[in-house]
């Protein structure tokens, strides 16, 4: 269902005002945010550097707060971007159609409504609050879309030191054992070395073929 029809709708009964129109774009707005999280949540909670972290003892709730959520944030500012130029493009929809803020207060949209006579006469009237309205939807897009690879890299990064932490702890407390004697340490053995040889892997994906650092 179109979300500005909702809002449309919204304004229609509740009538024009900045109140309003905050409420409208909250109201069609938030559900973008909660799958982003729900599906972000879900797949982080299944990489590597998480499950190093459980296996290293960490509550729940700090890897909650110390895993999850730094790694929630780079797609949820991103998130906030492209939904800041919706919104802007939104409220200037409901301002043009004299749903939005009332004057005296400004808006772009109510300037492209008052100017919309006066084209012929004076185009600027109206030319001027559209180029702002563009300008700024694409200003915000760029920006979105800037972080974007650099958060993948520091996300892959991050698993490659959980897992090197992971596996050497795990790894220097069975050589510390006198001998092994029974097929859990030698398991235990395997299980660390394996968690090695998926960390290097990931640093010669990070890194590159030439050794050069990318991150």
């Known amino acids: 269902f179109p979300g500005i029809l909702l809002a449309i709708a919204f304004t229609a009964v509740l ?3 900045l109140d309003h129109v905050i409420l409208a774009l909250c109201l069609i707005g938030w559900t973008g945010y ?3 999280v729900r599906g972000e949540i879900l797949a982080l909670r299944e990489r590597e550097f998480v499950h190093a972290a459980r296996a ?6 700090r ?24 919104a802007i493009v939104a409220e ?4 043009f159609l004299g749903l939005g803020v009332e004057p005296p207060t400004p ?3 109510s300037m492209l409504n008052e100017g919309r006579q006066f084209l012929l006469v004076a185009p600027h009237l109206t030319t001027y609050p559209g180029l702002a309205i563009m300008i700024t939807v694409i200003a915000l897009n760029l920006l979105g879309a800037g972080p974007d690879g650099r958060s993948q890299e520091l996300l892959r990064f991050g698993e490659l030191a959980w897992q090197l932490r992971a596996g050497g702890i795990g790894f220097l407390h069975h050589l510390g054992q006198p001998e092994i004697d029974d097929e859990g340490s030698a398991s235990g053995i395997h299980e660390n070395v394996r968690g ?14 030439n050794g050069i650092a990318h991150f």
């Open 63 to 86: 890897v909650i707060l110390r895993h999850l959520l730094p790694n929630l944030l780079p797609p949820l500012v991103i998130q906030a971007t492209f939904g800041l130029a919706a």
């Open 56 to 61: 290293l003892g960490c509550a729940p709730g």
């Open 196 to 209: 090695f040889q998926v960390a290097m892997s990931y640093a010669l994906q990070v890194r590159g073929v």
């Open 15 to 17: 009538g024009p005002g």
């Open 92 to 95: 200037g929809s409901l301002s």
């Open 107 to 109: 808006s772009w949209g």
């Open 34 to 36: 909660a799958r982003l």
